[in-house]
């Protein structure tokens, strides 16, 4: 499957992902992140970028421990709630053979309670 097609398929999904490589390094950003990120948000280009730039130094522990516990195999973390509204959760991006080969961040809307 071409690139065009995977970044069709990652931009139709509702909630921002944010990939990063082994190196901490922003490699994609979905259209949705790149909405968040760049037009409400008011960053400059992430791409390139890395994730330790873009978060406070509290926050880089625990990025550091994540990415240790996907090396030790986890898959997928819950990492907290945003400002009551937005579930964050880190994946592992995996090879077919297992090997990590990044992370991604899933942002996705916690549903409203009547």
Known sequence: MDAMILAAILDSIDSPIVFVDNDHIIRY???PARVRFYEKLNYGDLIGKSVFDCHKTA????????YRRFQA????????IINNRTKLT????????GKLLGYYERYEKVAETP
Not at 59 to 66: P, R, T, Y
Not at 90 to 97: L, S
């Open 90 to 97: 880190a994946i592992a991006v995996r090879d077919p053979h």
């Open 59 to 66: 926050s880089h522990k625990g990025i550091k421990d994540l």
């Open 29 to 31: 950003l979905n259209k």
């Open 73 to 80: 195999g986890e898959n997928e973390i819950f990492v907290h």
